[in-house]
């Protein structure tokens, strides 16, 4: 049974703290990435990764970074949470190749910034 | 800009009820796909159209793919309260990159 698995459920900080949000991956994927998801708006892409130590900024990437050190794993850092970043996380994995690939998501991270 | 359109926005049924929701766009994608999300997790796929007029039958479910592939439906027949979740149209937008709709609420009423 293939697994996306994100670190929280839930989770509230601070505005100006440092959040890291991971995702970790169970099946071998090389693309991984990371949207955030918001009433009417649907999924945004913020930054994806396409192998491990390669990264690409999505749609709306300011605000927000990335490390993937390991094939398996793509975590997000909000450098200076902000509460215009309270939203949900949505991290999904996908095998490489060309083609319109299933894309696995996690359960999603609820994110509140007070 | 690629942007996928999916109306309606909210939808809400009694059982047994069928409906239409639609994936609109002025370009033309090579694919799309039809993922539903339920309350607290995260969206599963539901099916891939490739080819132009396509449609694709997943039990009470019928997508279909526009013939210049710039739009897609899905129709639910006798529509049941598991049913119930979010539906989001997607494309591939060039690159590793997928583009989302906004998706369509339904809320199908016991």
């Known amino acids: 049974d293939v697994k996306v698995t994100q670190s929280s459920r839930y989770l509230v900080k601070r505005t100006g703290e440092k959040v890291f949000l991971e995702c970790v991956q169970d099946m071998d994927h090389e693309n991984m990435f990371w949207y955030r998801q918001d009433p009417g708006l649907g999924l945004r892409l913020i930054y994806f990764?396409?192998?491990?130590?390669?990264?690409e900024k999505g749609d709306i990437p300011e605000g927000y970074s990335v490390s993937r050190e390991k094939k398996e794993r793509f975590s997000l850092i909000l450098e200076s949470a902000s509460t215009n970043q309270t939203s949900m996380y949505l991290c999904a994995s996908r095998r490489g190749g060309e083609g319109l690939n299933e894309q696995f998501f996690g359960p999603g991270t609820r994110l509140t910034v007070l | 800009t690629q942007l996928l359109e999916q109306s309606p926005q909210f939808l809400s049924i009694q059982e047994g009820e069928n409906l239409t929701v639609y994936c609109n766009s002025s370009?033309?994608?090579?694919?799309l796909q039809w993922y539903r999300q339920e309350p607290g997790e995260g969206p599963v796929l539901l099916v891939t159209v490739v080819t132009g007029g396509e449609v694709k039958k997943l039990k009470r479910l019928t997508f279909q793919f526009g013939d210049a592939r710039k739009d897609s439906s899905l129709h639910i027949t006798a529509a049941q309260p598991g049913d119930t979740g979010l539906y989001l149209c997607?494309?591939?937008?060039?690159?590793?990159?997928?583009?989302f709709g906004a998706g369509t609420r339904l809320f199908v009423k016991a």
């Open positions: 997607a494309g591939e937008a060039g690159g590793f990159k997928t583009i």
């Open positions: 370009s033309v994608f090579s694919s």
């Open positions: 990764s396409y192998d491990v130590k390669m990264k």
